[in-house]
């Protein structure tokens, strides 16, 4: 039962890891938190419905079942991209040296409109998630591991060490950090922070439509009140691992998975979210910024 | 300029006077009964069939020439499924001149909204809500056309107790007034030799069941109940197959939705449920299905229910020859009324007399009755 609480909180965690990432990078360059982020990851989720719907009336009869992740990832890859673009562009730009309220507000009503444009235009009914994968999975002893949560554990293992990559070794990246340890002095050396602004948003929007994707598949239900509770989790996670920083929110974001998984599974779930908020608590007492929130060097 | 302006005023104020008291004549000819559930938000599709329901049956007495003489105008209310808009909603109608209530839905709002139609001395009949606490508070003018959680509980606990001979239990439920009440009657009436392993609440809104099942799993029941709504019943029973959990799963009447099966997907063969008998297996319901699916599509499982508590609601005030809420009532306790489910009778709460629960099981994606008629 332990290693099966383990993989249950792993799964959950590597999700909200993944969307804690956008925050956390967000917030390493322009201190705004980008409260429309858990916004994205749910117009991810809806977005994987309907280019499943595109994928069946192309394709009829299931002869090739990878063509469908392909569709569907590189539609989300598309566009939610695009939205955390446009989000930035009509919401934040306007407001950037507005001081730190201004934005803060707007993202908030930017994740009220979001929510309830989808509610509008796609109903407020829960939508079932196409079935994208097997329900064998493996077994090992008494642990069960299905192919949902593979595909989660290994997709975001392997995002995260990609992202990991852009930031510390190619020249964006390097302009990512430089942006976020001193905004004034990049633009003094050249570098242009709008540019850096767009591909922040831009990655940290992918990242949570593919979370929105495999939450989505995970769970095979969506519903448009889905960004704000992974939205609030992610945070906290951002938070937890010290906001502004990318391998703290990894951090972040599996810790509250595990905590969750093995709070609900050990003590009882009716208590679920307040035993990530007591570590929480527990943690800003003694560590006010975070597990990692103290190397500002690597903060993005 | 300012004797003007008073004349005015005076005469303006005579008018409206004039207006209302006139306004008063031709409403005293027409009898205001309301259909009161939540009309938008999550449950709307629920309020959608019973207030259809009920415009049938209004519709129906009305072309017969209404009641007592008089026309039948059926009102629409909206409690958006939350306690509040049907405390409110509850006084705007008794403030309008109802007569009586088809309605709520929800246990949480008709037990609250109750309070306000019996001090109004209105009658009250709700189609949906099974939760004990709405007629066991002595309420004199307070129905239901549907069944109790306890008959609910009972019926489920003896399929469980005679049919699949369990022996250990897992009780999961949502916290809700219906949800736990549920799941706290089932447990109340199993055997005592059947051990419950694990009695737990679960939020509502939450997608995420793997670690309480995976605690169920290690705990090795042969039955998992669980007493709530199907968003999360089907996630439940998706994900405690998706862990090999291979135990019975079994649930009441909120789980009772197409909606279930679309969400648990392979995952909802088999489950168990309670719920009424199906319509179609009801002699007396043919002719409704057949003018309900003409004019609105196919029926709701609430359509039938609310149909009949205004079936009664109409006949009743024919039978005391007058729309005083109190009388009505008496009524109502104490005659038996031919309706489309057949014969309904109530007792002294205001419960019907016969439990009207048998169990279901999902077959090929279907949702198919293992007995004909309740037991």
Known sequence: ?300 | MKLVRYLLGIIGAITLVLLVSGGCRPKQEIIKIAAVAPMTGESAKMGEDISRAAQLAVDEWNSKGGVLGRKIELLIGDDRADPKDAVSVASRMVSQGVVAIVGHYNSSCTIPASNIYNEAGIVMITPASTNPMVTDRGYRTIFRTCGRDDQQGKVEAEFATNELKVKRVAILHDKTTYGQGLADEFRKNLWSEIEVVLYEGVARGDKDFTAILTRVKSLQPDLLMFGGLYPEGGLIAKQMRELGLKCHFLSGDGVFDPEFIRIAGPAAEGAYLSYAPSPQDIPTAQNFLKTYSERWGEPGPYSLFAYDATQVILKAIELAGTTEGRKVAEIIHSHPFEVAAGTIAFDQKGDPVKAPYIMWQVKNGQLIPLSPSPS
């Open chain 1, 1 to 300: 039962m332990f290693f099966q609480q383990l993989i249950n909180g792993l799964t959950l965690g590597c999700i909200y890891a993944l969307i804690a990432l956008g925050y956390t990078m967000v917030y390493g360059i322009l201190q705004l938190i980008n409260f429309a982020h858990g916004e994205i990851y749910m117009l991810g989720a809806y977005l994987g419905v309907i280019a499943w719907g595109w994928a069946t009336s192309l394709f009829s009869q299931n002869e090739v079942i990878g063509l469908e992740f392909l569709i569907i990832f590189s539609a989300v890859l598309l566009f939610t991209p695009l939205w955390g673009i446009a989000i930035e562009r009509f919401a934040y730009r306007p407001l950037r040296y507005a001081g730190r309220l201004s934005p803060l507000i707007s993202a908030l009503g930017m994740s009220i409109f979001l929510q309830n444009f989808v509610m509008l235009t796609q109903g407020a009914r829960e939508k079932v998630f196409p079935r994208l994968f097997g329900s064998s999975g493996i077994t090992l002893g008494a642990v069960h591991i299905s192919p949902v949560q593979l595909t989660i554990l290994c997709g975001s293992v392997i995002l995260m060490g990609l992202l990991h990559l852009l930031v510390t070794r190619t020249r964006i990246g390097t302009a990512m950090r430089a942006t976020a340890q001193d905004r004034q002095m990049a633009q003094l050396c050249g570098i242009n922070i709008n540019n850096v602004i767009t591909v922040t948003f831009a990655i940290g929007s992918g990242l949570a439509g593919i979370a929105g994707v495999m939450v989505g598949a995970y769970y095979g239900m969506i519903n448009f009140y889905i960004g704000y509770q992974a939205g609030l989790k992610a945070f906290t996670a951002a938070v937890l691992g010290g906001i502004g920083n990318i391998p703290g929110a990894m951090a972040g974001g599996i810790i509250i998975g595990v905590v969750e998984a093995f709070g609900a599974g050990y003590i009882s779930s009716e208590y679920k979210d307040v035993y990530v908020f007591i570590i929480l608590l527990i943690l800003l007492i003694f560590r006010p910024g975070g597990i990692l929130g103290e190397r500002v060097a690597e903060r993005v």
